[in-house]
């Protein structure tokens, strides 16, 4: 269970446990980040669950595909570094300590 830092948007920092296996978007959803509204459910046609990878960690997660790069591309709080939508960053052991901060609405 990698402990993943969020920011939220009104500036809050704290320790999300997350379940591995599950997307990050689950976990913040189920954890009661409720910025991440997750419209479409995990299926990649939305962007209302964009968030900042900060740091060194963007370049640790697989690159962003077609479909996700034109939803947040798209987005008007878009970041080329570090903007991902999080139903498509999957939670591993790997994750443990990166950090993320949950984009503006956009």
């Known amino acids: 269970m990698p402990v993943i830092h969020v ?7 704290t320790d999300l446990n997350a379940n591995s296996g599950e997307s990050l978007m689950e ?4 954890n ?3 910025d991440i509204e997750a419209i479409c459910g995990g299926g990649c046609a939305c962007a209302t669950c964009h968030v900042y990878v900060d740091g ?5 997660l697989p690159t962003r595909d077609v479909d996700e790069e034109d939803l ?16 498509q960053i ?14 503006p609405e956009g």
């Open 7 to 13: 920011t939220d948007r009104a500036g809050n920092k």
């Open 27 to 30: 976990n913040l959803t189920a």
């Open 32 to 34: 009661g980040y409720d």
């Open 56 to 60: 060194d960690w963007a370049g640790k």
């Open 72 to 87: 947040v591309s798209g987005e008007g709080s878009y970041d080329e570094a570090r903007s991902r939508l999080s139903c």
């Open 90 to 103: 999957e939670v591993t052991d790997a994750l443990e300590g990166m950090t993320i901060t949950l984009a």
